[in-house]
């Protein structure tokens, strides 16, 4: 069964460093999402990404957050300069449409330490 | 903007007993509601959707959600819960390119 992965895992980084969090989506999807969960909080959105370009992002991703699709099958979440705050569960998501009738599969998730 | 309500972090019930978990969404035309289900360290697992077909949608692990447009609502049940079922689950919403995710319910079964 098709599915989503991400690495690594767990990610521990100290304050200040860049962090690139990677995702290999369902190959034949063509919307790609970046979502959030601090530890006990709800998830969050960051970014929805389609035709090479951020179709949507929230007030959380703001300029130290960018997403690339460098080669077609990874899609990746970059942090310039980790915060603290930013020690979060990081979910990455694909779907075949963006109209909600398809379902968004998730990755495993990446945890982010930041220390 | 879009917004989803569950009422109730935690819910507990007995092993066997009927399980409610109540969500409610913000008024949007067409809603796309789904509820997924994480178990503990591990990613989200879409449980089911509902899409504007039947209002009555039947997803995995024998869950099952009612919409019902007059009360905003996507209130998710079992008839009989397992221990498995133990975990966080999650209401959410799709609207302008993306999932609004309610707060979470923590399911406890006592056995």
């Known amino acids: 069964e098709p599915e989503v992965t991400q690495t690594p895992s767990h990610q521990v980084t100290q304050m200040g460093q860049e962090v690139i969090l990677r995702c290999v989506p369902i190959s034949n999807h063509l919307y790609f999402y970046w979502y959030r969960q601090i530890l006990g909080q709800k998830v969050e959105f960051l970014v929805s990404?389609?035709?090479?370009?951020?179709?949507?992002k929230s007030e959380i991703f703001d300029d130290q957050f960018s997403v690339e699709r460098p080669d077609g099958s990874n899609f990746t979440l970059k942090i310039r300069s980790t915060k603290l705050e930013d020690s979060a569960m990081y979910f990455c998501a694909s779907s075949l449409t963006g109209q909600g009738r398809a379902e968004a599969f998730f990755g495993q998730g990446t945890r982010l330490t930041v220390v | 903007a879009q917004s989803v309500t569950q009422l109730g972090s935690h819910v507990s019930v007995s092993e066997g007993a009927l399980v409610l978990l109540r969500c409610n969404y913000s008024s949007s035309v067409p809603p796309y509601l789904f509820w997924y289900v994480q178990y503990p360290n591990q990613g989200l697992q879409l449980l089911l959707k509902?899409?504007?077909?039947?209002?009555l949608v039947k997803g995995i692990n024998g869950f099952e959600a009612e919409f019902k447009k007059s009360e905003t609502s996507f209130h998710l049940t079992k008839p009989s819960a397992h221990m498995s079922d133990a975990a966080e689950y999650f209401c959410?919403?799709?609207?302008?390119?993306?999932?609004?995710f309610g707060t979470g319910t923590r399911l406890t079964i006592i056995p």
């Open positions: 959410a919403a799709f609207g302008n390119e993306k999932l609004t």
């Open positions: 990404f389609y035709n090479n370009e951020i179709s949507e």
């Open positions: 509902y899409t504007s077909a039947a209002t």
